[in-house]
């Protein structure tokens, strides 16, 4: 009962029945009815005497003397009562109470809407407000028929001829109430109440309640309410274009005032400030420029409150000469504080910290005092700039000369400023100085450990975590603010257990709804690979911004549910919401890893229509997206059409050729990308090396790696010197490529020893091939793939004994094979084979095709001496236990047969290709005269003609 009640008031002629229910204790009201009469009495001062102070115990004692309560229910909030509208009895007046009566707790709701409401209604709102304490009984007046009335009172079974309404100045508090609240149903009650007791207000009410819309946000009902006015005075329009200015309607605003103009209306300062602020608001300088002319024609320019107005304006607009202009030409007397506060932050905000520091001086020197608002408000704008030390410095020194370094939000503007530009250290000083913490410079601490980005600090940014403790153990009630840098920071450190602690703190809060903070959540748990709790996250989020809407495609895109991605941006799409270049961004690169050509094209082409392949981030998510799907001509145009290129771009576009078998001309891509000034960094050194790694260029390689190292001083990671250890194993310098390993520090990283054992098996070298394996086995006891490499080393060098104990090994550990997947798209969707599979999709269709192929292809090698399908053929017959074995050639085969002539074949496999299908692969691109395309793990296979642009390494 704590949380407060709802009494239904009834049609009177229902209560003398409804009242001998409740005497005889029938009714089953009878018991809740009795026990809001106790909980009324507790207080009291003499036993069973309801207290008269609680506008709680009043109201409950309204109803129990009335003996009408019908039912009693908990209700927290106004919005309670709209649930329970439904189980409302017909004729009944809703009183609402809530326990905390500063917040408009006590409304008053009519339901139902008919018209056939007994009079009751009218007459007993006001007698509830005066048994609730709202009002009193002089603030109520009967109504006569001739004063301010709409229409004739109409009879009514109560009896009362002329219903009760409340005093203007009454109203006029009401509103007020509502307006400093932003209470859209405390305006509309008193509103409606107005026009149901037929009280026509007069030029003040309707200017307030004019006010009381704008100011709540409801520019729709405040334009309404000003069509109908039958008066109006400059207030009235200046209320109306101040609404306008607030809510960004510049427009309107200026619409306003040319209509104010063209009825005569003599316009004010208030009018011109309220014109110059949507001028500033919209950044419309002509505008602003041209209002400034009027106010200067029309003589007000010489006041400080005009002089403010129009420097804002000029500073909104960014037009620093004329904000200079207009602070010189005001007179003394028209510059006050406010004035040099705007004219700083200008300087400040236009980014000239010199020129700041200089009016700064000039402030000083001109006996302006600088109070504890001023400075908080430079300090906040100086906290904008990244190369402005001196000046924080310099700001800091007049906040300690004044004697405000100790004032509360003074030091959390100067914490905020530091901890922005990474002044961590002097934050924490300032921090420690403070001995009235609040939760604003909790919050500024907390934000400015989570701005430390991904820096080799961890433990530092535990600190904030600590913070967020301390504050609780000091009982300050945290913020959204609060919750949303402390859940970055959790994110930062992969603190997903304190996350989740968090989390449960934000529930309780009543914070889970907020965008800001179900985005924090949706990246701390994608990060942690929980996408189901992302997920959770994001439908809990009531308003889903475009920001989380790409949040939570990111987290499928950095989870590998590529497929869940492209749903999900079909949703946002049915939302009604336009993706931004980050959201596209995301969702090529599901695209890129989904490796579907008719997926591709379709986001290439809304990204068009949408206009955002103009963003050099969609452009280069295009090169990565058609590179991926082996589309290397699509990638070539989309690169050449980027308006302005970057330096992924020209990484990209490197990568994109190096794979596709054009190294020499990624390596001069990479020179002009030098030529033209582009940044270099460690990804276009790996496109290059990759290149050279693909070409077996090691002069070149060893050259560029070298360069990356001493000239641009990046330090090599494990891709670089995979890379690297690639390159020599593609020329059989096999023990090069084993010291080149050792010496670089990550001997014990199974990447690169996978890449010496594959240059191992290419050139045959089983002795140290075993070894590595061997050692690989130790590095991942639990990786499948280096028992299965293993196992076939120990075949091939004739040791069965061994490789069946690799096999029981991995038997005993409960680890399977990968099973080898090739796929490949037409008609809209993809066809998949799994190698060892004879019940694959059009098994039948497909088998005949590829057997018609290998048919050729046989006789082919015959002649030419080589015996490719020595193991597919029995008995003159291809085998199809044989053939199923390589999933790659069904799909290629099912492309052949399907697609038209002239397309190319486009195959994706997620394991490196046998030599047998590698071998075929370019006899069928020769008899068929087709351009086939394969990718595996290690890279794209252009087969054409008979060859291959792997040049037989892969």
Request: charged share 20%; hydrophobic share 40%.
């Amino acid at each position: 009962m704590a949380g407060g009640g709802i009494f239904f008031i009834p049609h009177p002629a229902a209560t003398d029945a409804r009242e001998a229910e409740l005497r005889q204790g029938s009714a089953p009201g009878g018991q809740l009815e009795s026990r809001w009469l106790g909980w009324a009495s507790r207080g009291s001062r003499r036993a069973g005497a309801p207290c008269q102070k609680q506008p709680e115990c009043r109201a409950a004692l309204l109803a129990t003397r009335s003996a009408v309560s019908v039912c009693t229910v908990p209700a927290s909030n106004v919005y309670t009562v709209y649930s329970l509208l439904g189980k409302i009895p017909v004729n009944s007046t809703v009183l609402t109470l809530s326990p905390q009566p500063w917040r408009h707790s006590q409304c008053l709701v009519m339901w139902p809407p008919n018209s056939d409401t007994p009079q009751l209604r009218v007459n007993g709102i006001p007698q509830l407000l005066i048994s609730s304490g709202i009002l009193t009984s002089s603030d109520i007046t009967e109504a006569h028929p001739n004063q301010n009335r709409l229409r004739p009172p109409e009879a009514s079974p109560c009896g009362t001829c002329h219903p009760s309404f409340l005093k203007p100045s009454v109203y006029a508090g009401l509103l007020r109430c509502a307006s400093r609240s932003r209470s859209l149903l405390l305006a509309k009650l008193t509103h409606s109440h107005m026009i149901r007791v037929g009280y026509r207000p007069g030029l003040f009410l309707s200017n307030n309640l004019l006010a009381t819309y704008s100011r709540c946000g409801y520019m729709w009902h405040a334009c309404l309410l000003f069509n109908r006015m039958l008066h109006r005075d400059v207030v009235t329009w200046n209320t109306l274009i101040a609404g306008y200015s607030s809510q960004g309607s510049t427009r309107l605003a200026l619409g306003s005032f040319r209509d104010a103009r063209r009825d005569a209306v003599t316009v004010d300062r208030f009018t011109y400030a309220a014109v110059l602020a949507a001028c500033g608001g919209a950044r419309d300088g002509r505008s602003g420029r041209a209002a400034h002319g009027l106010v200067v024609v029309s003589g007000l320019e010489r006041t400080a409150f005009m002089t403010n107005s129009v420097i804002d304006m000029y500073a909104k607009c960014g037009m620093i000469d004329e904000v200079r202009l207009a602070f010189d030409r005001a007179e003394e007397h028209c510059r006050d504080e406010v004035s040099w506060n705007l004219l700083l932050s200008a300087y400040v905000r236009m980014g000239w910290p010199e020129v700041a520091a200089n009016v700064l001086i000039w402030m000083h020197r001109s006996g302006v005092k600088l109070d504890a608002f001023a400075l908080g408000g430079i300090l906040k704008a100086c906290s904008e700039l990244e190369d402005s030390e001196d000046v924080r410095r310099m700001l800091h020194g007049c906040v300690v000369k004044v004697g405000l370094d100790l004032d509360v939000f003074v030091g959390s503007a100067m914490v905020d400023m530091y901890a922005k530009n990474g002044g961590l250290e002097e934050a924490i000083k300032v921090f420690d100085c403070i001995s009235d913490q609040n939760v604003v410079i909790y919050n500024a601490m907390i934000a400015g450990f989570a701005r430390l980005g991904n820096g080799p600090c961890p433990e530092i940014r535990m600190e904030a975590i600590r913070l967020y403790s301390n504050l609780l153990q000091r009982r300050i009630r945290p913020t959204k603010f609060t919750f949303k840098s402390v859940l970055e920071v959790c994110n930062l450190v992969n603190a997903v257990r304190c996350g989740r602690q968090i989390h449960a703190h934000v529930i309780l809060s009543g914070f889970e709804g907020d965008e800001f903070i179900g985005n924090a959540l949706i990246n701390l748990y994608s990060n942690a690979r929980l996408v189901n709790d992302s997920l959770r996250c994001f439908h809990r989020t009531l308003k889903q911004e475009n920001f989380t809407w790409a949040s939570m495609i990111t987290a499928y895109v950095r989870n590998e549910h590529s497929d869940k991605t492209l749903d999900l941006f079909k949703e946002l799409r049915y939302a009604g919401k336009e993706p931004d270049q980050f959201t596209m961004s995301s969702v090529m690169h599901a695209c890129a890893d989904l490796s579907v050509p008719i997926a591709c094209e379709q986001i290439h082409c809304y990204a068009v229509k949408s206009g955002l392949d103009r963003f050099t981030l969609c452009g280069n998510s295009q090169i990565e997206m058609y590179r991926c799907t082996g589309d290397l001509n699509a990638a070539k145009k989309t690169f050449e059409r980027i308006p302005c290129l970057d330096t992924f771009s020209w990484s990209q576009m490197i990568l994109s050729c190096a794979v596709h078998g054009h190294e020499r001309e990624a390596l001069r891509l990479f020179k002009k990308m030098g030529d033209c000034g582009v940044m270099i960094n460690d990804f276009a050194f790996l496109a290059v090396l990759v290149a050279c790694s693909h070409q077996g260029l090691v002069d070149e390689g060893f050259r560029y790696y070298e360069s990356m190292v001493s000239d641009y001083g990046f330090i090599p990671d494990v891709k670089h010197i995979a890379c690297m250890v690639d390159l020599l194993g593609h020329v059989g310098k096999v023990a090069d490529a084993e010291d080149f390993i050792i010496r670089s520090g990550l001997e014990n990283n199974a990447v690169l020893w996978h890449a010496l054992l594959h240059a191992c098996r290419i050139h045959g070298d089983k002795d140290r091939g075993i070894k590595i394996g061997e050692k690989l086995m130790m590095l991942e006891p639990f990786a499948a793939s280096s028992y299965v490499i293993l196992y076939n080393l120990y075949m091939d060098a004739g040791k069965i004994s061994l490789a069946m104990r690799t096999r029981g090994q991995m038997r005993e550990r409960g680890m399977t094979k990968e099973a080898g997947i090739s796929w490949v798209e037409f008609g809209g969707s993809s066809h998949h084979f799994v190698d060892g599979d004879n019940s694959c999709l059009q098994k039948d269709t497909t088998f005949t095709k590829l057997e018609e192929l290998l048919v050729k292809v046989k006789q082919k090698t015959e002649h030419g001496g080589l015996d490719v399908w020595k193991l597919g053929f029995q008995s003159g017959k291809v085998s199809e236990n044989s053939i199923s074995k390589h999933g790659e050639l069904l799909a290629v085969a099912l492309g052949l047969s399907t697609l038209p002539n002239t397309a190319v074949v486009r195959v994706m496999k997620n394991q490196i290709m046998s030599w047998e299908s590698h071998e075929t692969l370019k006899l069928l691109s020769e008899s068929e005269n087709r351009e086939i395309i394969i990718r595996d793990p290690s890279r794209f296979h252009h087969f054409s003609k008979g060859s291959c642009s792997c040049r037989d390494y892969w």
